[in-house]
């Protein structure tokens, strides 16, 4: 099993739909959970961190579930500025070192 | 704010050619780190740094060297380039431990070897 897993995608919503990724991880002693997202060629910038309780910035939210060990990011009303990949990022046995997964590509479509 | 400061953008090597990739941060940050990234997969780390004088190796540190003699600089050396070793290199740096955990990336270089 991959250390951090996505969907690779892509996903190709309408622009306006909501989307909702998954990401499971396999250590359970994690503790740091972060989206970041990343345009094409581009170096990848933090979306957002994940908190136990969950959070919302603007039309995005983030959730952790530790019992089954995964996050996820849901986008509502996207635009076309949300098409990137989308990475999860989690801490591995050290918090300062971080396991990317492979990034979830998403694909507005006007 | 200049921030991560990543050279050069592009490089094109011949199989057993050697380079270095710079990076240089202006924030101030304890935490470095070098990472690769190949085609449709996640970040991959080489090599990262604690602080000056501190390196160790990540998940993929063969055929790579680093050093960080000052805060500011942590360049990533490249010995006797092989096909294997083509794709894209991100430098990156945090203030981590001080409740900012977000990363800061350079541009990012793009290395084919041929």
């Known amino acids: 099993r991959k250390e951090v897993e996505q969907d690779p995608g892509p996903f190709n919503v309408p622009e306006g739909a909501t989307v909702a990724f998954n990401c499971t991880y396999s250590?359970?002693?994690?503790?740091?959970f972060f989206w970041y997202r990343q345009d094409c060629r581009k170096e990848p910038k933090l979306l957002m961190s994940?908190?136990?309780?969950?959070n919302e910035d603007g039309r995005f939210t983030a959730q952790l579930n530790r019992a089954s060990q995964y996050i996820s990011l849901l986008i509502r009303d996207s635009k076309l500025s949300d098409s990137a990949t989308y990475l999860c990022v989690v801490n591995g046995d050290s918090n300062y070192q971080l396991i990317w997964g492979a990034g979830t590509k998403l694909i507005i479509k006007p | 704010n200049a921030g991560v400061t990543q050279t050069p953008k592009f490089r094109i090597l011949k199989i057993g050619q050697s380079m270095t990739l710079q990076c240089t941060q202006d924030?101030?940050?304890?935490?470095m780190y070098w990472y690769r990234q190949d085609p449709g997969m996640g970040l991959k780390l080489i090599y990262y740094s604690v602080g000056a004088g501190i390196t160790d190796k990540g998940e993929v540190p063969n055929g790579y060297n680093v050093s960080r003699s000052t805060t500011e600089d942590f360049p990533l050396r490249l010995e006797l380039a092989a096909p294997s070793q083509t794709s894209v290199y991100f430098c990156?740096?945090?203030?981590f431990g001080t409740g900012d955990e977000k990363l800061f990336f350079g541009s990012g270089t793009q290395l084919s070897v041929l």
């Open positions: 250590n359970s002693a994690s503790q740091s």
């Open positions: 990156a740096s945090s203030s």
């Open positions: 994940v908190y136990s309780s969950g």
């Open positions: 924030m101030n940050h304890n935490y």
